[in-house]
């Protein structure tokens, strides 16, 4: 079946060491977006790539970077994650007609 | 700027049915979802309106007012897997953007009780 998939599902890393999150598609979706979740919150855009175009939100914390290296593959990448970072984060897909977002299971970052 | 406000929490019982609103403030309107999310789980997608009205698909039917900046989600014939949190979402093409980022509420929490 037609999926979003993030790896891992719970990630747990300590104050300050870089972690990254992975997720892929085999939607073959132009579109795909970071969200992170904090408990009981809305999800928050952090970014998104049309393509190999990257969108920034301006709010992001530059702590937060991504990669696109091709279609089917996103990842998130957080250099120094504080304890403010724990959280679930939701990646996305949509096609050209952003009529729908397609979400993986999410990855729950734990801070120690 | 973008504000989405939506009831924090709602009860029902099973075999009822629940109205849960939703009011937006947008710049560049361009569609409202409603999103369901269990506990720990992804959001999954249950509707689309972008013109005014009712949309039914099943026991789950949205309703859009684009003048009245007003949404809201109905669910029939309740059952306990219903229990989820629901969230409202708009798509709005501000900045010129044409991608249509969406900007999604903080999310009504469903408990339905037998």
């Known amino acids: 079946d037609a999926m979003v998939i993030q790896n891992p599902r719970y990630q747990v890393t300590q104050f300050g060491k870089p972690v990254t999150l992975s997720c892929s598609q085999t939607?073959?979706?132009?579109?795909m977006y970071w969200y992170q979740q904090k408990s009981s919150q809305a999800p928050k855009l952090l970014f998104h790539?049309?393509?190999?175009?990257?969108?920034n939100e301006a709010d992001t914390p530059d702590n937060f970077q991504s990669r696109r290296p091709n279609t089917s593959f996103c990842f998130l990448d957080i250099r120094s994650p504080g304890l403010g970072d724990a959280a679930m984060y939701l990646c996305?897909?949509?096609?050209?007609?952003?009529?729908?977002?397609?979400f993986g299971p999410g990855t729950r970052l734990t801070v120690l | 700027g973008q504000n989405i406000d939506q009831p924090t929490e709602m009860t029902a019982t099973e075999g009822a049915i629940v109205q849960i609103n939703c009011t937006y403030q947008?710049?560049?309107?361009?569609?409202l979802f409603w999103y369901q999310q269990h506990a720990g789980e992804a959001p999954t997608f249950l509707s689309y309106?972008?013109?005014?009205g009712l949309e039914e698909k099943g026991r789950f039917s949205s309703f859009l007012s684009r003048s009245k900046g007003y949404s809201y989600l109905l669910l029939k014939e309740l059952q306990m897997k219903d229990s989820a949190s629901y969230l409202c979402?708009?798509?709005?093409?501000?900045?010129?953007?044409?991608?249509?980022?969406?900007?999604f509420g903080r999310g009504t929490q469903l408990t339905v009780w037998p």
């Open positions: 979402a708009v798509r709005d093409l501000d900045r010129g953007s044409t991608l249509g980022r969406l900007y």
């Open positions: 996305a897909t949509s096609g050209s007609s952003y009529n729908e977002q397609f």
């Open positions: 309106n972008v013109l005014d």
């Open positions: 939607l073959n979706h132009n579109v």
């Open positions: 947008t710049s560049g309107f361009n569609g």
């Open positions: 790539y049309y393509d190999k175009d990257f969108n």
